[in-house]
């Protein structure tokens, strides 16, 4: 029976420990949908193997859906939490830019013509040079905000105006379409394997992010210059450069989260292209938990917080939510997520926990 | 309440959790007089301002002010002006984007329909009275620090008030504007306003001052007559030293470093930097402790900041080892060997979110390299080495640094700083707002290390612990280097006599 107390005890502990990690959020907001999916259809977790027009096999579900179309979400989740946590800022211009990545990449692939029968250049220097072009965009925000002290949103708001006219530019405004099934394979199947692409270069993304993180001291820059701009150059870093470089770290994501859009359509449409998708970002590093205003910072936190955009997405186009609807739909979901996140109520539980302990005691 | 006295402030008390910040004050103010505030570091001066505009409220005491006939209750800012106290800060308060005019007006009640021509009118004529050269219709950020900081006096006294406090008005002012301000100020004493005027520069007390009252450590020292106190009379009432004791003082000096080395290491000549320090040379033997000392404002912290590349260097050269360096950010100066511990622990000094462990290893760190992180076993070893060494007090190396008291987070600063071994180690104020077990420890250990050979410049606000610990001293006023002491000249006194300089009192 005592025994059955201390037991009890623990895990209330364990639960407030829980409820104080930072990564306990997403999670729940995660489990939270994954029961109400549960109750509402349990097919929504129905896999299948089926075999696509080319005749490969290829696994799908709602789940694989997730998978797959929150993997550019997560990739842009990795370099927007560097950017908030060393700038206390964001950048709103990923969705236009990725839209001029894009636009590179099909220009290199196409040529002069814009419908050619076979690829003009191999996809990797099409790749390579549109990494290029966007980590210089990234740059160019982080010189304005790192060496200007423009406020991020104001900075990047520039190259949010102007992205999308500058893809279309690059491409003389023609739709250019690609005809190759090697290029259809970033945004589709690896000819075998059944499980979407653009997952596998999602965990890529993750691992060089994680490799990165522990082989430099990119991490401890960020926060120090995102918690401390003035001890940090006391401690002789130069903050102005560290923000640069998370922009131009964003950059790098950017152009890859660009070729698997692209890639998806084999075309591109320079105003739909990854439309919206930097408020999406900016909430999978607030879903994560990570102060808006910077600092310390979670990558884990914030690469599940995109997948659990995706999941909400997903679900409500499963409800068959009307797709001009969805965006209010998620909103109420959004607001109920954050509410519930905020350290108001995160603290309140913590408390709740520590009462139902104390009261346990006093009976004991 | 005195006949002339439009202000009486009475047993004022305050406190602070840990600190009694203001104990049994008093404070007169008269009509048509300019009142100067002074007191170091700590002696209540800001507290018994911020208690008289609202911004505290006070624990015990009185309020008076002129045709009142009971205390004032003062809680709120606003109280504070509504019954004529007003403040300008030595932070333009005022917005920079809005017109002269609109500044002025900005807040008060004008009624919902202004016309703005009168208005602007009415501004010009204020100026214009005030011989403050501005136009009304001009944008406040076109104009320089000085004006900006007279079109705040200029809104105080539009709005009727009879207290001015003027909060180190003269610290970002250069000579020329300073002496508008002071015929401004003698205007509006004419009129019988009663200003308060706070400042570090002592020539500016004397210059337009009538009153001095000294504060020290919350406590009351003395209202004096400007022409009954002489200008060391002033330092030894500030620094809390009467002469008679200081001949003791100069006894109990009880580690007197010994000058074996003549090895210059480090050498500044003409130095200058852009936070306004007049041109300065600076030299440190090796395994020898000197120090800047004056009083609070008098550059000794700019002076240490330009040899670190902390402000940026305007002028002048500095040299290690006979070669010349080029220091244009502290990276450079780390690089060379130098460690700087800030005076100002918040700002500059801690990254408050990170752990311990990681505000331990951070500059170590940064020399290393971008590349080249600590693994995480080598980063605990150096944190619970300097942990056991210096005696830190916290839960783990893993807690943040902001939640260790400031005693404690100056330890850490001190263990990163030592950890990277450095050949020359600077202190500005370490010993500020500690206990003092912990004040002793670091003296201490100051000490140690120079007697190893390091190089150490230490600053401190108590000249005790600087004649401790310090075997050359040198003595700045007004931002400029007035003096050099070592050996003999080592005493309270003759630090005291070359801080207040060119007594012409």
């Given at each position: 029976m005592h025994k059955n107390e201390t037991k009890k005890g623990n895990l209330l502990d364990f639960m407030k420990g829980i409820f104080r990690m930072q990564i306990f959020i997403p999670i729940a907001a995660l489990l939270l949908l994954a029961i109400f999916n549960l109750i509402n259809d349990p097919s929504f977790y129905k896999i299948t193997l089926g075999y696509n027009s080319v005749g490969n096999p290829v696994l799908s579900g709602y789940l694989m859906t997730i998978l797959d179309y929150g993997s550019e979400l997560a990739i842009l989740a990795i370099g927007m939490t560097i950017v908030t946590a060393a700038t206390g800022g964001q950048d709103i211009s990923v969705g236009a830019a990725i839209a001029i990545s894009g636009s590179v990449i099909l220009r290199i692939l196409c040529g002069t013509s814009s419908r050619p029968d076979s690829l003009q250049a191999p996809i990797i220097v099409a790749f390579l040079v549109s990494c290029l072009v966007a980590m210089i965009f990234g740059a160019f925000n982080g010189v304005l905000v790192a060496h200007f002290k423009i406020q991020p949103m104001i900075a990047t708001l520039i190259l949010f105006t102007a992205g999308r006219s500058i893809a279309a530019w690059i491409n003389n405004n023609e739709l250019p379409i690609v005809n190759d099934t090697t290029f259809s394979i970033f945004g589709g199947f690896i000819p075998g394997i059944p499980i979407p692409t653009p997952f596998f270069i999602a965990l890529g993304c993750m691992a060089i992010a994680a490799i990165v993180l522990k082989f430099t001291n990119l991490g401890l820059y960020t926060k120090a210059v995102g918690i401390n701009e003035r001890s940090s150059r006391m401690n002789g870093l130069n903050p102005s450069f560290v923000k640069f470089l998370t922009f131009v770290i964003l950059g790098l994501c950017v152009a890859v989260a660009a070729l698997i859009k692209v890639s998806r359509l084999s075309s591109i449409n320079y105003s739909v292209i990854a439309k919206d998708i930097e408020m999406d970002a900016i909430l999978a590093v607030a879903l994560g938990a990570n102060a808006l205003s910077g600092g310390k910072f979670n990558l884990a936190a914030s690469i599940l917080g995109a997948y659990v955009i995706q999941f909400l997405t997903t679900t409500l186009y499963k409800m068959n939510v009307q797709s001009d609807a969805l965006s209010a739909y998620k909103a109420v979901v959004v607001i109920l997520l954050v509410v519930i996140s905020s350290p108001v109520v995160r603290e309140k539980a913590v408390a709740l926990f520590k009462q139902k302990k104390k009261l346990e005691k006093e009976v004991v | 309440m005195k006949d002339n006295s439009i202000l009486e402030m009475k047993n004022i008390n305050k406190r602070f959790p840990g600190v009694k910040a203001l104990q049994d004050v008093n404070f007169t103010l008269c009509k048509g007089e300019i009142h100067a505030l002074m007191g170091e570091n700590g002696a209540g001066k800001s507290t018994l301002i911020k208690v008289l505009t609202g911004v505290y409220e006070k624990d015990e005491g009185q309020i008076y002010l002129e045709g009142i006939d009971k205390p004032v209750s003062i809680k709120i800012p606003q109280d504070a002006q509504k019954l004529g106290i007003s403040t300008v800060y030595q932070e333009i308060t005022l917005c920079p984007n809005l017109t002269v005019a609109e500044n002025i007006w900005i807040g008060r009640e004008v009624g919902a329909i202004r016309n703005w021509k009168k208005m602007n009118e009415k501004v010009d004529e204020i100026l214009k009275t005030l011989d403050i050269p501005a136009k009304s219709t001009q944008q406040l950020s076109s104009c320089s620090i000085a004006i900006q900081q007279m079109v705040a006096i200029a809104r105080a006294v539009d709005m009727d008030c009879k207290v001015l406090i003027l909060d180190e008005p003269t610290s970002s002012l250069d000579d020329q504007e300073v002496k508008k301000l002071f015929q401004l100020m003698n205007d509006l004493k004419k009129r019988g306003v009663g200003i308060v005027f706070v400042t570090h520069f002592l020539d500016q007390v004397y210059e337009v001052c009538d009153k001095i009252t000294v504060l020290r450590d919350g406590k009351l020292v003395g209202e004096y007559e400007i022409k009954d106190l002489s200008r060391m009379d002033l330092v030894s009432k500030m620094l809390g030293k009467e002469f008679q004791d200081i001949t003791n003082i100069g006894e109990t000096k009880t580690v007197y470093h010994e000058k074996?080395?003549?090895?210059?290491v480090f050498e500044a000549n003409k130095l200058e930097s852009n936070s306004g320090i007049k041109p300065f040379d600076f030299y440190i033997n090796k395994g020898e402790i000197n120090g800047f000392t004056g009083l609070l404002g008098s550059g000794r912290s700019e002076s240490v900041r330009a040899i670190f590349g902390a402000d940026k260097i305007t002028g002048g050269s500095i040299l290690k080892n006979g070669s010349k360096i080029k220091i244009s950010n502290p990276i450079d100066a780390m690089k060379n060997g130098i460690a700087y511990i800030p005076e100002d622990r918040k700002v500059d000094g801690i990254i408050g979110d990170l752990s311990v462990r990681e505000n331990i290893i951070l500059a170590l760190q940064v020399l290393n390299g971008f590349f080249r992180p600590f693994s995480k076993a080598k980063a605990n070893q150096f944190a619970s080495e300097y942990i056991k060494l210096l005696e830190i007090k916290t839960a783990s190396a893993d807690t943040p640094i902001k939640s260790l008291s400031g005693g404690n987070q100056q330890k850490v600063i001190l263990a990163r700083w030592l950890l990277t071994h450095p050949e020359y180690l600077i202190l500005d104020e370490p010993t500020r707002g500690i206990d003092i077990g912990t004040k002793v420890e670091i003296q201490k250990l100051v000490l140690k290390l120079a007697s190893e050979g390091m190089c150490v410049t230490f600053i401190s606000s108590e000249t005790d612990e600087m004649l401790r610990t310090c075997s050359r001293l040198i003595v700045m006023r007004d931002r400029k280097v007035v003096g050099e002491l070592s050996g003999d000249e080592l005493s309270a006194n003759m630090i005291m006599s070359t801080i207040a300089g060119g007594d012409k009192n």
């Amino acid at each position: 029976m005592h025994k059955n107390e201390t037991k009890k005890g623990n895990l209330l502990d364990f639960m407030k420990g829980i409820f104080r990690m930072q990564i306990f959020i997403p999670i729940a907001a995660l489990l939270l949908l994954a029961i109400f999916n549960l109750i509402n259809d349990p097919s929504f977790y129905k896999i299948t193997l089926g075999y696509n027009s080319v005749g490969n096999p290829v696994l799908s579900g709602y789940l694989m859906t997730i998978l797959d179309y929150g993997s550019e979400l997560a990739i842009l989740a990795i370099g927007m939490t560097i950017v908030t946590a060393a700038t206390g800022g964001q950048d709103i211009s990923v969705g236009a830019a990725i839209a001029i990545s894009g636009s590179v990449i099909l220009r290199i692939l196409c040529g002069t013509s814009s419908r050619p029968d076979s690829l003009q250049a191999p996809i990797i220097v099409a790749f390579l040079v549109s990494c290029l072009v966007a980590m210089i965009f990234g740059a160019f925000n982080g010189v304005l905000v790192a060496h200007f002290k423009i406020q991020p949103m104001i900075a990047t708001l520039i190259l949010f105006t102007a992205g999308r006219s500058i893809a279309a530019w690059i491409n003389n405004n023609e739709l250019p379409i690609v005809n190759d099934t090697t290029f259809s394979i970033f945004g589709g199947f690896i000819p075998g394997i059944p499980i979407p692409t653009p997952f596998f270069i999602a965990l890529g993304c993750m691992a060089i992010a994680a490799i990165v993180l522990k082989f430099t001291n990119l991490g401890l820059y960020t926060k120090a210059v995102g918690i401390n701009e003035r001890s940090s150059r006391m401690n002789g870093l130069n903050p102005s450069f560290v923000k640069f470089l998370t922009f131009v770290i964003l950059g790098l994501c950017v152009a890859v989260a660009a070729l698997i859009k692209v890639s998806r359509l084999s075309s591109i449409n320079y105003s739909v292209i990854a439309k919206d998708i930097e408020m999406d970002a900016i909430l999978a590093v607030a879903l994560g938990a990570n102060a808006l205003s910077g600092g310390k910072f979670n990558l884990a936190a914030s690469i599940l917080g995109a997948y659990v955009i995706q999941f909400l997405t997903t679900t409500l186009y499963k409800m068959n939510v009307q797709s001009d609807a969805l965006s209010a739909y998620k909103a109420v979901v959004v607001i109920l997520l954050v509410v519930i996140s905020s350290p108001v109520v995160r603290e309140k539980a913590v408390a709740l926990f520590k009462q139902k302990k104390k009261l346990e005691k006093e009976v004991v | 309440m005195k006949d002339n006295s439009i202000l009486e402030m009475k047993n004022i008390n305050k406190r602070f959790p840990g600190v009694k910040a203001l104990q049994d004050v008093n404070f007169t103010l008269c009509k048509g007089e300019i009142h100067a505030l002074m007191g170091e570091n700590g002696a209540g001066k800001s507290t018994l301002i911020k208690v008289l505009t609202g911004v505290y409220e006070k624990d015990e005491g009185q309020i008076y002010l002129e045709g009142i006939d009971k205390p004032v209750s003062i809680k709120i800012p606003q109280d504070a002006q509504k019954l004529g106290i007003s403040t300008v800060y030595q932070e333009i308060t005022l917005c920079p984007n809005l017109t002269v005019a609109e500044n002025i007006w900005i807040g008060r009640e004008v009624g919902a329909i202004r016309n703005w021509k009168k208005m602007n009118e009415k501004v010009d004529e204020i100026l214009k009275t005030l011989d403050i050269p501005a136009k009304s219709t001009q944008q406040l950020s076109s104009c320089s620090i000085a004006i900006q900081q007279m079109v705040a006096i200029a809104r105080a006294v539009d709005m009727d008030c009879k207290v001015l406090i003027l909060d180190e008005p003269t610290s970002s002012l250069d000579d020329q504007e300073v002496k508008k301000l002071f015929q401004l100020m003698n205007d509006l004493k004419k009129r019988g306003v009663g200003i308060v005027f706070v400042t570090h520069f002592l020539d500016q007390v004397y210059e337009v001052c009538d009153k001095i009252t000294v504060l020290r450590d919350g406590k009351l020292v003395g209202e004096y007559e400007i022409k009954d106190l002489s200008r060391m009379d002033l330092v030894s009432k500030m620094l809390g030293k009467e002469f008679q004791d200081i001949t003791n003082i100069g006894e109990t000096k009880t580690v007197y470093h010994e000058k074996d080395s003549t090895l210059r290491v480090f050498e500044a000549n003409k130095l200058e930097s852009n936070s306004g320090i007049k041109p300065f040379d600076f030299y440190i033997n090796k395994g020898e402790i000197n120090g800047f000392t004056g009083l609070l404002g008098s550059g000794r912290s700019e002076s240490v900041r330009a040899i670190f590349g902390a402000d940026k260097i305007t002028g002048g050269s500095i040299l290690k080892n006979g070669s010349k360096i080029k220091i244009s950010n502290p990276i450079d100066a780390m690089k060379n060997g130098i460690a700087y511990i800030p005076e100002d622990r918040k700002v500059d000094g801690i990254i408050g979110d990170l752990s311990v462990r990681e505000n331990i290893i951070l500059a170590l760190q940064v020399l290393n390299g971008f590349f080249r992180p600590f693994s995480k076993a080598k980063a605990n070893q150096f944190a619970s080495e300097y942990i056991k060494l210096l005696e830190i007090k916290t839960a783990s190396a893993d807690t943040p640094i902001k939640s260790l008291s400031g005693g404690n987070q100056q330890k850490v600063i001190l263990a990163r700083w030592l950890l990277t071994h450095p050949e020359y180690l600077i202190l500005d104020e370490p010993t500020r707002g500690i206990d003092i077990g912990t004040k002793v420890e670091i003296q201490k250990l100051v000490l140690k290390l120079a007697s190893e050979g390091m190089c150490v410049t230490f600053i401190s606000s108590e000249t005790d612990e600087m004649l401790r610990t310090c075997s050359r001293l040198i003595v700045m006023r007004d931002r400029k280097v007035v003096g050099e002491l070592s050996g003999d000249e080592l005493s309270a006194n003759m630090i005291m006599s070359t801080i207040a300089g060119g007594d012409k009192n």
